[in-house]
């Protein structure tokens, strides 16, 4: 029995093998009248992708340096010395001093700060001891006290912490600010105490209001004397800002973005105020040395410029004129002078009506009743 033997030869293809799709089963309408097949769905769309927006570049604010400082010169040897204590504000206002009096030979600038010192912590400062220490080294002409940024903190009262602003606190801190304005007055110095400024903290600020009402009657009472600076770094409703007037009258940034600290112009500005009493309390001030001044002399003196001369002109002097003589500047009438208006004849129906009179008719008229030779 012989068998035949069936070879199935499929084509060979270099494209890939799909997945074979289930087809859908064509009902006996379709099958007679015929349907067009389904499309296909249509691929699914990628997602697109989410741009973000570049963040755009802000332009800086103009930024305005601090006033110049004045130029050095060399102090002389018996130059009188200021001596500034206090906190990190202190320190900034010893700096705008050494600017202030930079340019005058016989007034120097010692500053002795301690930047978290305050009259509150005695165990890490104490100004009742390391004041009357550095009166004695410096020998100074007049003191500068600035203090009281850093005390919005419990203080020792008796063994007993008492927290800030209590009666208690009060009366203790106002007793200590006594006592440092004495060592001052003891020594027969003339005392400077400068007030705290606002801050941009709300309760800062409102705390600094009621410490320089203590500072104030408390160096007043000691024969000292108060400087208020609080105007100077507010604005018209008393409201804290970071930029204001220097001392120049320029807007400058005064505080650093932490609105505490003093930038160079805000202590410039402190200085500023603490200047003019300086100098009336200390008598006057020496000016710079001779050798430092500039002289003009026949040496330096710029060259003098030869102009041609100018053309003279003669000079025709006018008489006065009397207000009721006119004719004396050649005039015969007044300015703003009219001529008189002419005068105009009596219209034929005024003649007929008010006189009575009727004109004659021209020549060749109808009415003209004259005899022609």
Do not use: C
């Not at 799909?18 to 099958?31: G, H, I, S, V």
């Not at 067009?36 to 930024?63: G, I, L, S, Y």
């Not at 700096?95 to 500053?111: M, N, R």
């Not at 007037?245 to 600290?261: E, F």
Request: glycine fraction near 6%; aromatic fraction near 6%.
């Amino acid at each position: 029995m012989a068998f035949l033997a069936v070879a199935i030869v499929l084509p060979l293809s270099d494209a890939p093998v799909q997945a074979q799709q289930p087809t859908e089963r064509r009902t006996l309408f379709q099958m007679l009248f015929g349907s067009k097949p389904k499309a296909a769905p249509p691929p699914a769309a990628e997602p697109k992708k989410q741009v973000r927006p570049r963040p755009r570049k802000r332009t800086p604010a103009p930024v305005v340096e601090a006033a110049p400082a004045q130029p050095e010169v060399a102090k002389v040897e018996n130059a009188r010395q200021i001596l500034v204590v206090g906190d990190f504000l202190a320190g900034g206002l010893g700096e705008g001093l050494d600017d202030s009096f930079a340019s005058i030979a016989d007034v120097e600038i010692e500053t002795r700060s301690e930047v978290a010192s305050g009259l509150v912590r005695e165990d890490h400062f104490n100004w009742q001891d390391k004041l009357p220490e550095a009166i004695n080294e410096i020998k100074p002409a007049l003191v500068v006290v600035m203090i009281g940024a850093n005390d919005r903190q419990q203080m020792l009262v008796n063994g007993t912490r008492e927290k800030f602003r209590t009666q208690p606190w009060l009366d203790e801190y106002t007793a200590r600010a006594d006592k440092l304005a004495a060592i001052v007055r003891s020594r027969h110095l003339p005392l400077v105490w400068v007030g705290l400024p606002a801050f941009q903290s709300p309760s800062m600020t409102a705390d600094a209001v009621q410490l320089n009402g203590i500072f104030r009657t408390e160096v007043e009472k000691a024969g000292g004397e108060f400087i208020d600076i609080w105007d100077g770094f507010v604005d018209a409703n008393g409201k804290f800002v970071i930029t204001g007037s220097d001392v120049n009258g320029q807007q400058v940034r005064l505080r650093t973005s932490d609105g505490v600290n003093m930038t160079k112009a805000g202590r410039q500005k402190l200085a500023f105020y603490v200047e003019k009493s300086v100098k009336r309390l200390l008598g006057g001030v020496a000016p710079a040395p001779a050798e430092s001044l500039v002289r003009l002399d026949a040496t330096n003196l710029p060259e003098l410029m030869h102009l041609p001369p100018t053309e003279q002109v003669k000079i025709v002097r006018t008489p006065p004129i009397s207000l009721i003589d006119p004719d004396l500047d050649g005039g015969k009438e007044l300015m703003g002078a009219t001529p008189a208006r002419p005068v105009i004849d009596a219209s034929a129906r005024k003649l007929l009506v008010e006189r009575g009179e009727v004109e004659p008719a021209p020549a060749g008229r109808i009415d003209d009743y004259r005899v022609v030779k």
